[in-house]
DNA sequence: GCGAAAGTTGAAGTTAACGTAAACGTATGC
DNA sequence: GCATACGTTTACGTTAACTTCAACTTTCGC
């Protein structure tokens, strides 16, 4: 760990997320964060860290990398340009939408499971029945 | 079309969920579905249709497609094998804990990009408030 | 019955997201 | 003062899920 609390190296956030330190390495390469130098050491900070943090829910809700990176930069800080606000806008309205259909299709197959669990649980009854019967 | 309404074509498909045919012939390839032949020719079923479209909502929640089959593969009729009914309990379990993750990240994400929208318009309410004072 | 449209297989190429390996510097505890 | 752990770069390899291409055959509409 760092002197202070809001420094992270490579191996530290690699255990913390569950990750290989390749992974870190392939993120930066890519241009998903910069993390600052001490040497040719990475050191990461705190903005670092939650990068990661959203990259990797990204991931799980099927963002590629590019598209992880382009919502992380909407969070920064003010690029004041008028047209760059809309397209973000436009941007934020987009990625709406497909977790709208996310969801939709997340309670369908939500459903779906619990007709299977409900169907699996049906089976086992009926054979545990035969099962006794066969017994008596 | 077919003479009944019950079977499709291959571009039939692939025209309703705009994919190439040759994505259709993947997922056979890797045993997604086997649909009827007439002589060479392939003659998909409705079953056939609802496995695709299974597969389309699995992609679309960041499933393999072997994921995919796996799921499909617990919806067909009776595997009466105690033993695998209970496996398949279990999966069923592991992927309902996967889509409640799924759930809390997409939550997150939509609060993010509420408050993300909310920042732009800010932004653009001041810019547009310094441009009037520049103005008058 | 014939030409265009739609179907087929097989194989090689592509992209994203890393994994793996080699070859090397740095620091730290004993 | 040297092993051990952790860090680095460069470069090639791998896997999934397709796409692209070539070289056919089959089927439909007229």
Known sequence: MSIDGNTYTISELSREFGITTRTIRHYEEIGLFTPQRRGQTRIFSNADRTKLKLILRGKRLGLSLPESRD???????????????????????????????????????????????????????????LHDKKIR
């Open 71 to 129: 919502i992380i930069n909407m969070y920064e800080p003010g690029k004041n340009n008028t047209q760059q606000l809309l397209t973000t806008i436009e941007t934020i309205h987009q990625q709406r939408q497909r977790l709208q259909r996310q969801l939709e299709d997340l309670k369908k197959m939500m459903a779906d499971l619990d007709r299977a669990e409900n169907g699996c649980r049906a089976e086992l009854a009926a054979s545990r029945n």
